[in-house]
């Protein structure tokens, strides 16, 4: 099954020829008559989406709308209401009250088939991205409508129509129904759009007479990195059910079955707009959160849940290339006398800033991770001992060198660290004896007890492990 339907008509003639048609494209179809019931009904079946009349006995298509918002389980799901009659007041009015869509009597199946695809394909994504939210742990509030208007007033528009005349047109009849930045564009201009910042949302013009390019420039709208979370929403013209279903199965948001029409143009946009404000946030939340699983706060430097995944890739290309890495092991010597002296803001300071010291000093494809309290890890691919030791030297110098002058703290503190070295990689197999490769898990330890050895040799000094890589 592709997923649930709701429908709720009075009318159990059109009850059944919407079931025909909606089961011949595999969809489970659940039916009720009134708005009293649509609640409890929706309650039990979890529709993907409601196919819903205009009016009801009970009601109309808004309330039913309401009824579901009222259910934070069902608040998204997408309502798609019926009309007898190709009205543009009720339907303005029924998209204003949050209805996704108005379709009207009779029904095109190509376009009914079409959005509800749209529709369903739309709220997965949002379920997806709100699973993301969850797993990453992010407890932030979704915006409020209010605060998405207000997020959403700066956002930037593209009119994308098949020549300039139309797409100024357009923009002159639009701008003073939106505060949004509108920009006038041919079909061809497809950098332009691509010039950051890109467009929130692009609408395009799908011509009579170049009806493949406009619709080749929505596919490829969606399918680019730079554009794939803009908004794309097309406008027929004139006004083809078709080749609206096509737009919609090439990845549009949102059509304009009617053809160009300014005022639904705009609630269109304010809707849209207010739905990516949304989903934007769930994924700045997911990659917040994602980052915050792998990042120490403090230092910003990555922290040990990273940091062995990264090892255990540097060995693996190590061994498959034949080549060396280096593993060190850095701790701040006496670093609890810093706490307790100066105190913990003083001692935190002095972490910062040692690791924008060690971060000075490596390549851009080295690793440096907050791994303890004051300890710190190094990963550096494609270093044999001599060279690490050099580097290693040249990170105590850098530690050891300048005191360190923090905000608040009169005088200068003076901090000296040990560094642990150990060399794993290279081919096993290379040369004449055969040897087993250490596993990443004894580098760490020989790295450790050679940080020791540091240590009891009088700190502020390197030690390379004594196991030969």
Partial sequence: MQGTILIIDGVATNRIMLKVQLSAAYYRVVQTDSVASALSVAQRCCPDLVLTAMTLSDGCAMDVRTALANDPTLANVPVVAISAQNDNASRMEALSAGISDVLHQPLDDVILQARIRSLIRTRNSHDDLNLQHEAAQAFEQPLSIGECLAEIRNSKVALVAHDSPTAAQWTARLQSLVPYHLHPHQIGDIQLLMTDP????????????AVGPGLRLLADLRARAATRNSVVIAI???A?????????DRGAHDVLHSGFNVHELALRLSTQLQHKARADRLRATVRNGLRASVEDPMTGLYNRRYARPFLDRVARNAVDCDEHFALMLIDLDHFKQVNDRYGH???DAVLVETSNRLLKQLRPVDLLARVGGEEFMIVMPGLGAAQASEVAEQLCRQINATPFQVPGIKEPIHVTTSIGLAIG???????PVRRSQPSVTDLIADADRALYGAK????????LSSVAA
Avoid: K, M, W
């Fill in 425 to 431: 990689g290279g081919n096993p197999c290379a040369g």
């Fill in 345 to 347: 803001p003083a001692g």
């Fill in 456 to 463: 009891d040799a009088g700190r502020n000094q390197v030690t």
């Fill in 236 to 238: 027929p013209s004139p």
């Fill in 240 to 248: 083809d059910a078709h080749v609206a279903a096509e737009a919609l």
């Fill in 198 to 209: 890109v467009p929130d949302v692009i609408v395009v013009e799908l011509n009579e007479t």
